[in-house]
C-alpha cells in the first residue's frame, strides 16, 4: 500500500485541516474495510471507522513517524474495532457462534463470496492477522507492530488460518469441480 506524502503528514500533525482531509479521502476506504473484516457488519465499521479517524486526528500531534503512518492509523483502527467488540460483548459471541456455524458452499455462490465467508468464520486473532497479511498486503513486521504481537505470532496466526481457510475452500472447489 502506498504512503502519503510525508509533507502532508508533517501539516496534518502541524493543525492543518485540509492536509488531514487529504490524508482522510487516502485512508478511509481502507480502513472501513479494516474494520468490516474485523467486525463484518457494516453499520459497525461505519461507525468504527469514523471513531478511528477522529481518534487518529485527536492524536495526530502524538504521532512521531517511527512507523508508517499507515502502521500507525492501522494501529488505532484494529484498538477502536476491538473496543467495540468488547463493549458489545461481540467476542464472546462470535467465538461460540463459531463452534456452530460452518461456512456456506452454496454452488450458486462466487468464490469470492465464500472466502468473504470463510474469513469471516475465523476466530479474531486469526482473522485480523490473514486480513492485514494477505487482503491489505502489510509486511509481517508490520502487521506484528499493528496488533502488538511479536514476529513468530504473526507468523503463526496467518499459517494457521491459511489452513483453516483451505480446509473450508477446498472441499467446496473440488466437490464443484468433479461435478459435469
Known amino acids: ?39 463484518h457488519d457494516e453499520t459497525l465499521a461505519d461507525d468504527v471507522t469514523q471513531e478511528a479517524l477522529v481518534k487518529a486526528y485527536r492524536f495526530l500531534p502524538t504521532y ?19 473496543d467495540e467488540l468488547r463493549k458489545a460483548g461481540r467476542r464472546h459471541d462470535l467465538l461460540t457462534q463459531l463452534g456452530r456455524e460452518t461456512v456456506p458452499s452454496h454452488r450458486d455462490h462466487s468464490v469470492r463470496i465464500e472466502v468473504r465467508e470463510a474469513i469471516a468464520a475465523l476466530p479474531l486473532e486469526l482473522r485480523e492477522a490473514v486480513v492485514l497479511i494477505d487482503m491489505f498486503g502489510t509486511s509481517y513486521s508490520e502487521a506484528a507492530a499493528i496488533l502488538g504481537l511479536p514476529l513468530g505470532t504473526v507468523k503463526s496466526r496467518v499459517h494457521r488460518a491459511r489452513l483453516v481457510l483451505a480446509r473450508w475452500l477446498l472441499p467446496a472447489s ?3 469441480a468433479g461435478e459435469a
Open 1 to 39: 500500500m502506498p504512503e502519503p506524502d510525508p509533507q502532508v503528514v508533517r501539516a496534518a500533525r502541524g493543525g492543518d485541516i485540509g492536509a488531514f482531509e487529504s490524508l482522510v479521502r487516502f485512508y478511509q476506504a481502507h480502513v472501513w474495510r479494516l474494520c468490516f473484516h474485523l467486525l
Open 64 to 82: 512521531r513517524g517511527e512507523s508508517k503512518f499507515s502502521t500507525w492509523l492501522y494501529s488505532i483502527t484494529r484498538n477502536c474495532a476491538l
Open 174 to 176: 473440488q466437490g464443484s
